[in-house]
């Protein structure tokens, strides 16, 4: 199983972003897929999830507001666009694979334990 996410870049504070994260090695349309962050220093924390057919969502609190997960199942991708970027969006994003919930079925979830497939992450900087 492969995650590799992209578009992470440094922007300016109020700017959007379009994160990527394309998966091979596991069907996945029949995988719920999330993404975390982790600032420098910090604990990875959890940004937002969605399940295996789109359907279903569930985003963190800080940030439900201004993040949206998307997926393409035809392209084995999932997205997070982030708009309005703070200085405190700034962190390694990481797309993960719920490995623990039955393929096809099974909530979004926050919880880190329920992800066995992770990526490598993607640097977002926000700064002026």
């Known amino acids: 199983v492969q995650l590799v996410e992209s578009g992470g870049d440094l922007v300016q504070p109020g700017g959007s972003l379009r994160l990527s994260c394309v998966a091979s090695?596991?069907?996945?349309?029949?995988?719920?897929m999330g993404w975390f962050r982790q600032p420098s220093g910090k604990e990875r924390e959890f940004v937002a999830a969605i399940n295996w057919a789109g359907t279903g969502t569930y985003y963190g609190d800080s940030v439900k507001d201004r993040f949206t997960i998307s997926r393409d199942n035809d392209k084995n991708t999932v997205y997070l666009h982030i708009h309005s970027l703070k200085p405190e969006d700034t962190a390694v994003y990481y797309c993960?694979?719920?490995?623990?919930?039955?393929?096809?079925?099974?909530?979004?979830?926050?919880?880190?334990?329920?992800?066995?497939?992770w990526g490598q992450g993607t640097q977002v900087t926000v700064s002026s």
């Open positions: 090695g596991l069907d996945f349309s029949s995988y719920n």
């Open positions: 993960a694979a719920d490995s623990l919930n039955p393929p096809g079925r099974g909530l979004p979830t926050s919880q880190q334990s329920a992800y066995g497939y």
